[in-house]
C-alpha cells in the first residue's frame, strides 16, 4: 500500500537557547527554504510562546512565511496561563494547540479560533476531560 509521508518544518531549533546544544541551528531563513520542499505541511509546534505573544522577529517571521507559503502553524502553547499571553499567542497564528488538558483549556482554543487537539495514549489522557468542551 502506498503511504503518504507529511512532515512540518521545526519552528523552535534549539527550542532553548542558551540551554542545550541541540546541534542546529534554524533561522527564518532557513524555516522559509523548508517550507517549499515537497511534503511540508506547515511550521510545527510553535513552541516559543512567550516570543510570539512579545513580537519576537524570528517568530514573526517564521509565522508570515508559513502563511504566505499557504501553510498552517501548529501550536504548542505549554503554560496554564489563559490570560493576555494567550490570547497573544492565538492571534499570532497557531492553527491548532494539543496542550490543553482541561475543559476551560478546549474552550479558551476554540474560542480564539483555534482546533483544540485532545490527546490519549501513554502519557496523556485529556480526552475525557476534554471531550465535554
Known sequence: LPVNIFVQVPSCVPSAPGLEN????????????ALAWPNIIGLG???N?????????????EIAATGAAGLTVGGHYASPDLGRAFHAYAAGGPADDH????????IARVRQGM???LRLGSAWFD???QVKA
Do not use: I, Y
Not at 510562546?49 to 517571521?61: E, H, L, R, Y
Open 22 to 33: 541541540a546541534g542546529a541551528t534554524l533561522s527564518a531563513a532557513d524555516v522559509r527554504e
Open 45 to 47: 509546534e510553535m513552541m
Open 49 to 61: 510562546f512567550p516570543g510570539v505573544a512579545a513580537n519576537d522577529s524570528k517568530m514573526v517571521a
Open 99 to 106: 496542550e490543553g488538558t482541561t475543559v476551560d483549556d478546549a
Open 115 to 117: 482546533r483544540a487537539m
Open 127 to 129: 480526552v475525557a476531560a
